[in-house]
């Protein structure tokens, strides 16, 4: 967890150090639990990030750019009625644990200056952004009842309480003897120890402070040498808030897997990457994995609509499939009733059975009979037989190519929703679902259309030689790049799955084959086929036709170059996204 106490200590003295005395120009909520303060210092712009999320309550600095909604949520709009025009004086962290301050001050409508303290609680799903002055709160980011907590709640008007104190020690009170007196009859593994006896650790931060303690991160304190290890423990926290560098640890894939806010050396040292702040390594880490986990939050409930739309349709098919098998036994029934006709004068009335040389094949044919009836009206019995099956296949082969279709598109769409990073990449695939009658249009979906004029993208990665490369995201996305694509582009697709049409955008020059290979990574990495050896179809895209009538986002294509790639994850990482 990167943004423990001990990173959040780092985190505020590198926030005090670049904002102390910064003005607040402007404040936004680009997501429910997240403020961007927009501030000015000593003739630089920064743009400080304070999320609330459950998951991923942070403090930091950030060059990401956000996209705000159409309109404001109440929270931001009291925050820019308060803040804006404001000074920010300090950054402080609270006893060392996962609480942050800024210290502010503000005029109000009749410029008179008040002192404000908005506090951060970076406590899991816990975690609130609280505006407070005069000791009361102006309002919180995320309100608590007292239905939903009797010791602390979060109301407008309500008296600030603190976080309640817990009985730990604060890292920077921390002294040898105070340790000795609290780890003095604690056994088991040190690790646990510390984690219970300081605030503000991370299970990761009390290994690595046991590595260095007892030389293993799962170590024991020997009781013998416990006064020598407190002296040691006691000195490095207080040299702590002068270690540096920040470093960004990567994963065995090449992926930022965590933050420590120096050198952790219970982790192999070419795992981890040093840092020019901790802002950045914070940035680094969250870029992407925020942003994935707030879109499955908002797609959740249109996945959990397509896989059952799906999983009706699967079954769909397979009935429909068993129709037509039944239904290719139409040709026998025809048969019998020929047989009949030919030999009526063979049959003998109120017989079961008869069997009949079959001249077609010249072997015998045993034809069931109704003793009830002529032999001349079960030939004809037979003939009806046949008809209804005939007609039974025709509407089965016109199903089943319509469920086809359904699956097609349902399946498309589901992996849109993988690749989509926006509410309007949302929209495109509600759209294109509502356009093929397969969900209903809810009131919320018309306020949404109403609410946001706004076109969703694809996404723009440049390939080593700076040539565009476009990826859409859904069916919509997919269909307008490709159809707006020149014709001596380079149109790629992975074969024969769902996955995004990729543009490679030759501007009249011949792509190189490194910039192939990035387009033929992309279409395998932004396809169902993710994480296997994929086939991509790659075209000219004159040669790539939309036929009249098909689904959004379907198309034809000839002349096409067939490769197949395998793509991880840090490769797609190296190649830069355009903004």
């Given at each position: 967890?990167?943004?423990?106490?001990?990173?959040?200590g780092?985190?505020?003295?590198?926030?005090?150090?670049a904002?102390?005395g910064?003005?607040?120009?402007?404040v936004?909520?680009?997501?429910?639990?997240?403020l961007?303060?927009?501030?000015?210092?000593?003739?630089k712009?920064?743009?400080?990030?304070?999320?609330?999320?459950?998951?991923?309550?942070?403090a930091?600095?950030?060059?990401?750019?956000y996209?705000?909604?159409?309109?404001?949520?109440?929270?931001?709009?009291?925050?820019?009625?308060?803040?804006?025009?404001?000074?920010l004086?300090?950054?402080?962290?609270?006893?060392?644990?996962?609480?942050?301050?800024?210290?502010?001050?503000?005029?109000d409508?009749?410029g008179?200056?008040?002192?404000?303290?908005?506090?951060?609680?970076?406590?899991?799903?816990?975690?609130?952004?609280?505006?407070v002055?005069?000791?009361?709160?102006?309002?919180?980011?995320?309100?608590?009842?007292?239905?939903?907590?009797?010791?602390?709640?979060?109301?407008?008007?309500l008296?600030f309480v603190?976080?309640p104190?817990?009985?730990?020690?604060?890292?920077?009170?921390?002294?040898?003897?105070?340790?000795?007196n609290?780890?003095?009859?604690?056994?088991?593994?040190?690790?646990?120890?510390?984690?219970?006896?300081?605030?503000?650790?991370?299970?990761?931060?009390?290994?690595?402070?046991?590595?260095?303690?007892?030389?293993?991160?799962?170590?024991?304190?020997?009781?013998?040498?416990?006064?020598?290890?407190c002296?040691?423990?006691?000195?490095?926290?207080?040299?702590?808030p002068g270690?540096?560098p920040?470093?960004?640890?990567?994963?065995?894939?090449?992926?930022?897997?965590?933050?420590f806010?120096?050198?952790?050396?219970?982790?192999?040292?070419?795992?981890?990457q040093p840092?020019?702040?901790?802002?950045?390594?914070?940035?680094?880490f969250?870029d992407?994995?925020?942003?994935?986990?707030?879109?499955?939050?908002?797609?959740?409930?249109?996945?959990?609509?397509?896989?059952?739309?799906?999983?009706?349709?699967?079954?769909?098919?397979?009935?429909?499939?068993?129709?037509?098998?039944?239904?290719a036994?139409?040709?026998?029934?025809?048969?019998?009733g020929?047989?009949?006709?030919?030999?009526?004068?063979?049959?003998?009335?109120?017989?079961?059975?008869?069997?009949?040389?079959?001249?077609?094949?010249?072997r015998?044919?045993r034809?069931?009979?109704?003793?009830r009836?002529?032999?001349?009206?079960?030939?004809?019995?037979?003939?009806k037989?046949?008809?209804?099956?005939?007609?039974?296949?025709?509407?089965?082969a016109e199903?089943?190519?319509?469920?086809?279709?359904?699956?097609?598109?349902?399946?498309?769409a589901?992996?849109?929703?993988?690749?989509?990073?926006?509410?309007?990449?949302?929209?495109?695939?509600?759209r294109?679902?509502?356009?093929?009658?397969?969900?209903?249009?809810?009131?919320?979906?018309?306020?949404?259309?109403?609410?946001?004029?706004?076109?969703?993208?694809?996404?723009?990665?440049?390939?080593?030689?700076g040539?565009?490369?476009?990826?859409?995201k859904?069916?919509?996305?997919?269909?307008?790049?490709?159809?707006?694509?020149?014709?001596?582009?380079?149109?790629?697709?992975?074969?024969?799955?769902?996955?995004?049409?990729v543009?490679?955008?030759?501007?009249?020059?011949?792509?190189?084959?490194?910039?192939?290979?990035?387009?033929?990574?992309?279409?395998?990495?932004?396809?169902?086929?993710?994480?296997?050896?994929?086939?991509?179809d790659?075209?000219?895209?004159?040669?790539v036709k939309?036929p009249?009538?098909?689904?959004?986002?379907?198309?034809?294509?000839?002349r096409?170059?067939?490769?197949?790639?395998?793509?991880?994850?840090?490769?797609?990482?190296?190649?830069p996204?355009?903004?």
């Open positions: 967890m990167p943004m423990d106490g001990l990173t959040l780092f985190a505020a003295r590198e926030l005090d150090a904002l102390a910064a003005r607040i120009e402007r936004s909520q680009p997501e429910k639990d997240m961007l303060l927009l501030l000015r210092n000593n003739g712009n920064y743009k400080l990030l304070l999320s609330a999320s459950p998951s991923f309550a942070r930091h600095l950030t060059e990401k750019n996209v705000n909604p159409v309109s404001a949520p109440m929270f931001c709009m009291l925050m820019r009625k308060h803040l804006t025009g404001g000074r004086n300090a950054v402080r962290q609270l006893n060392g644990d996962r609480v942050l301050l800024l210290e502010i001050e503000s005029q409508e009749l008179v200056m008040h002192p404000y303290q908005f506090y951060l609680e970076a406590m899991g799903r816990h975690s609130n952004l609280t505006l002055r005069d000791g009361r709160i102006v309002d919180a980011i995320r309100h608590v009842t007292d239905d939903m907590s009797r010791v602390r709640q979060a109301l407008p008007g008296p603190p976080p104190a817990q009985d730990k020690i604060s890292p920077q009170d921390a002294d040898a003897l105070t340790l000795l609290r780890f003095t009859g604690c056994a088991g593994r040190f690790d646990k120890v510390l984690s219970g006896a300081l605030s503000g650790l991370s299970a990761v931060a009390a290994r690595e402070l046991c590595f260095r303690m007892t030389g293993s991160d799962q170590g024991e304190a020997d009781p013998a040498h416990l006064p020598e290890i002296g040691r423990l006691s000195e490095f926290l207080r040299r702590i270690m540096s920040p470093m960004l640890l990567r994963g065995e894939d090449g992926l930022p897997a965590d933050v806010p120096f050198l952790y050396i219970s982790y192999p040292p070419d795992m981890q840092m020019p702040s901790l802002s950045q390594a914070l940035d680094a969250y992407g994995r925020d942003r994935r986990d707030r879109m499955q939050q908002r797609s959740a409930g249109l996945r959990r609509l397509l896989r059952t739309h799906l999983e009706r349709s699967e079954k769909k098919l397979a009935l429909q499939q068993e129709e037509l098998l039944n239904a036994k139409s040709e026998e029934y025809r048969v019998m020929e047989l009949l006709n030919a030999h009526l004068y063979e049959v003998p009335r109120g017989a079961e059975t008869v069997t009949l040389e079959n001249y077609y094949d010249g015998p044919l034809i069931p009979l109704d003793v009836i002529s032999p001349v009206q079960n030939a004809q019995r037979y003939f037989r046949y008809q209804k099956a005939r007609a039974a296949a025709r509407l089965a199903q089943k190519e319509k469920t086809l279709r359904e699956i097609g598109i349902l399946e498309e589901l992996c849109g929703l993988d690749s989509s990073e926006t509410e309007e990449d949302l929209s495109d695939i509600r294109v679902l509502r356009e093929e009658g397969l969900v209903k249009p809810t009131a919320g979906d018309r306020k949404k259309q109403q609410k946001s004029q706004r076109q969703s993208s694809p996404m723009r990665f440049s390939a080593p030689d040539t565009p490369i476009s990826v859409g859904n069916a919509l996305q997919n269909e307008r790049l490709t159809l707006s694509a020149r014709g001596d582009d380079l149109w790629l697709h992975a074969s024969d799955m769902p996955g995004s049409h543009i490679i955008h030759a501007e009249g020059r011949e792509i190189s084959d490194e910039t192939l290979l990035c387009g033929l990574r992309l279409a395998a990495w932004y396809s169902r086929g993710r994480g296997c050896a994929v086939p991509v790659a075209a000219l895209r004159r040669y939309k009249s009538g098909t689904p959004t986002g379907f198309v034809t294509f000839s096409q170059k067939n490769y197949v790639i395998t793509v991880t994850e840090a490769e797609i990482q190296q190649i996204a355009l903004k």
